[in-house]
Each structure stands twice: as structure tokens, then as C-alpha cells.
């Protein structure tokens, strides 16, 4: 099937955000794991799968509409403690959202409508999941100190 050339070249762009999502929460994941903070690691390593399943539905899309997926991923933001990778991962969920968002406007002007629903569902789990969870982590935070906060992800 031939697909838009302009939904393409957008899908094309998204698969770099999602393949950066994923890269950025692979090292933050293992990054946890290392100091031993194993709550936060198996919830940041569940998020990379899922960011790699985002990558891999968007490049079968591309591969169905008759196009060759561009591999290539948009940069990432190593944090360099807790509070700053949840910020970076958050950050970049802002970025991945308002991407979608544009995306899902597109998919409907161009009148393809399961582009439009796979983007859907990605926004939704960007929205609904990793955005909410990672904005109440940082809340906690705020909450109950950053050391209490190590302390109940050990």
C-alpha cells in the first residue's frame, strides 16, 4: 500500500523520538539498577519496553505504507541522579507528547485513520502512564525528601 508521503515523513520523525525514549530509558533503568534502587529500575526498564514497542509499531507502519523506516533517533538527556533523570524522562515525555498530538492532527487531515488510532494509543500511554506516573514520582519527592524517597525504592 502507498502511504502519504507527508504521514510518513512524519511517522519517520517519530520513530527517532521513540527510539531516543527508549535508549534514554535503558541508561536511566540501569542506572537505578546499579544503586540498588530496584523499585524505580523494574518501572523505568517496563517503560523502555514499552518505548520499544511505540518504535516497533510505528516502523511496521512505515514499512506497510511502502516506505523504508528511518532508523535514526533523536538525541537523549543522561541525567546524572535520581532527581534528574525523572526529570530528563519526564521532559522528554512533554516532547513525545506534543509530537504525537501533531501526529494524530495530520494522520486526520491526510484521512489515514489507522496511523491516526496507533498514534492514539501511544499518546494515550504517554499521557495516562509514563507522564502521570514519572509527575507523581517528582511529587513524592517534594512530599517526603529525596531520602525517604531512595529509601522506598530500595
Excluded at 24 to 37: C, F, K, P, V
Aim: charged share 30%.
Amino acid at each position: 500500500m502507498r502511504g502519504n508521503p507527508e504521514v510518513i515523513d512524519y511517522l519517520n520523525m517519530l520513530i527517532g523520538g521513540e527510539l531516543a525514549a527508549r535508549d534514554q530509558y535503558l541508561i536511566h533503568s540501569r542506572m537505578y539498577e546499579d544503586w540498588g534502587l530496584n523499585k524505580i529500575y523494574e518501572r523505568i526498564d517496563h517503560e523502555m519496553q514499552e518505548e520499544a514497542s511505540h518504535a516497533d509499531a510505528i516502523i511496521r507502519r512505515v514499512l506497510f505504507l511502502g516506505a523504508k523506516p528511518n532508523m535514526h533517533r533523536e538525541d537523549i538527556n543522561v541525567g546524572t541522579d535520581v532527581v534528574s533523570c525523572l526529570k530528563a524522562d519526564l521532559a522528554l515525555e512533554y516532547h513525545v507528547r506534543e509530537k504525537l498530538a501533531t501526529g494524530i492532527k495530520l494522520c486526520e487531515e491526510k484521512g489515514d485513520y489507522i496511523s491516526r488510532d496507533m498514534l492514539r494509543q501511544q499518546l494515550s500511554d504517554t499521557e495516562e502512564d509514563h507522564t502521570y506516573w514519572l509527575e507523581k514520582q517528582l511529587r513524592l519527592i517534594e512530599l517526603i525528601g529525596l531520602q525517604n524517597y531512595i529509601q522506598s525504592q530500595i
